[in-house]
C-alpha cells in the first residue's frame, strides 16, 4: 500500500494551496480517506475527513471550516485538500490517511508553511 501527497509549499498568509494524495495498492473506493497535520512540538490532528463512497460525507476541525475543502476521485484513487485564506497557524506537515475498519495507512507527509 502507498499514500503519496504532493502539494505543499511555502505561502504567505491568506494564500492557497491544494494537496494531493494518490493511493495505491487499496480498493480506494471503500476506504475513508483523511487529511491530517503535526506541527512542531504538537500531536498530530485530524484536519478533515471523507468517507467511502461516492457521495461521502465531510468532517473538518473546527478551525479550517470555511476554509478547507476536501474531495476526492475515486476513479484516479486520489484524495485532496483544497486550503484557501491559510494562516501562520495552519503550518505543519500534512499527512494523508486511508482508513477502513483496522486497517490503518499513512503517506509520508508534505510540508506546509505559512509565513511572510
Known amino acids: 500500500v502507498q499514500l503519496v501527497e504532493s502539494g505543499g509549499g511555502f505561502v504567505q498568509p491568506g494564500g492557497s494551496l491544494r494537496l494531493s494524495c494518490v493511493a495505491a495498492?487499496?480498493?480506494?473506493?471503500?476506504?475513508?480517506m483523511g487529511w491530517y497535520r503535526q506541527a512542531p512540538g504538537k500531536q498530530r490532528e485530524l484536519v478533515a475527513v471523507?468517507?467511502?463512497?461516492?457521495?461521502?460525507?465531510?468532517t473538518y476541525q473546527e478551525s479550517v471550516k470555511g476554509r478547507f475543502t476536501i474531495s476526492r476521485d475515486n476513479g484516479k484513487k486520489l484524495v485532496y485538500l483544497q486550503m484557501n485564506n491559510l494562516k501562520r497557524e495552519d503550518t505543519a506537515i500534512y499527512y494523508c490517511?486511508?482508513?477502513?475498519?483496522?486497517?490503518?495507512?499513512w503517506g509520508q507527509g508534505t510540508q506546509v508553511t505559512v509565513s511572510s
Open positions: 495498492g487499496i480498493a480506494f473506493d471503500i476506504y475513508d
Open positions: 471523507i468517507n467511502a463512497g461516492t457521495g461521502g460525507v465531510t
Open positions: 490517511n486511508a482508513r477502513r475498519t483496522w486497517r490503518d495507512f
